[in-house]
């Protein structure tokens, strides 16, 4: 199957603090990325879609000025937590399609962040 | 609305067989997606079901009625390693996965 990968996989950092996140594609272009956040024993919570070259749509009650998000190229979108905040302590987790008719979704490792 | 309707939990032992259930209404439907978490990690993709039936991949195998908005995964054969949460997640019109909370499979020796 597709490889995604996210890079750090853990990161501690302290209130006030931006946190950039990476998510790679590794074997495949993909049109689409998705960036998830999901606290513990509770479902995925999808955050926001990102198409290469173009915006991205967030869900609702997600700040997009706080979540900044950059789907550079094919095979990398970043997600930036900005001024971050003990709240947003959580698994943060990339995926990405290839579109074309192929619409399964390949998840990253995770992210998990904790702000102190 | 969009929902998702899986049993919370099940326990089962290992060699046997488990069924999970999930019921789902959306806005439209483009398949259905059957995830495996593990806890403290990323979903991992198990099937995809766009038509009506049985898809068999090994161990699993996953089910789909579109006209029931009913789908069950199959696990034959348990072993220790399968115990994790299974996500039942129907694409809605958007192509948008609706996901739940999963349900948390539990294998015994």
């Known amino acids: 199957g597709a490889v995604v990968s996210q890079h750090p996989s853990r990161v501690i950092c302290k209130s006030g603090t931006s946190v950039k996140i990476e998510c790679r594609s590794l074997?495949?272009?993909?049109?689409?990325m998705f960036w998830y956040r999901q606290f513990p024993k509770q479902s995925l919570m999808l955050m926001a879609t990102?198409?290469?070259?173009?915006?991205?749509?967030?869900e609702q009650g997600v700040e997009k000025d706080k979540f900044l998000i950059n789907h550079a190229s094919l095979t990398l979108s970043t997600l930036t937590v900005t001024s971050a905040h003990p709240e947003d302590s959580s698994f943060y987790i990339c995926?990405?399609?290839?579109?074309?008719?192929?619409?399964?979704?390949?998840f990253g490792p995770g992210t998990r962040l904790l702000v102190l | 609305g969009q929902n998702i309707d899986q049993p919370t939990e099940m326990t089962a032992t290992e060699g046997a067989i488990v069924q999970i259930n999930c019921t789902y209404q959306?806005?439209?439907?483009?398949?259905l997606f059957w995830y495996q978490q593990h806890a403290g990690e990323a979903p991992t993709f198990l099937s995809y079901?766009?038509l009506d039936g049985l898809e068999e991949k090994g161990r699993f195998s996953s089910f789909l009625s579109r006209s029931k908005g009913y789908s069950y995964l199959l696990l034959k054969e348990l072993q220790m390693k399968d115990s994790a949460s299974y996500l039942c997640?129907?694409?809605?019109?958007?192509?948008?996965?609706?996901w739940g909370a999963g349900t948390k499979l539990i294998i015994k020796p």
């Open positions: 995926s990405a399609r290839t579109g074309g008719g192929q619409e399964t979704q390949y």
């Open positions: 074997d495949f272009q993909a049109t689409t």
């Open positions: 990102s198409n290469e070259g173009s915006k991205a749509t967030y």
């Open positions: 959306t806005s439209g439907f483009n398949g």
């Open positions: 079901n766009v």
């Open positions: 997640a129907p694409m809605d019109s958007n192509y948008q996965l609706i």
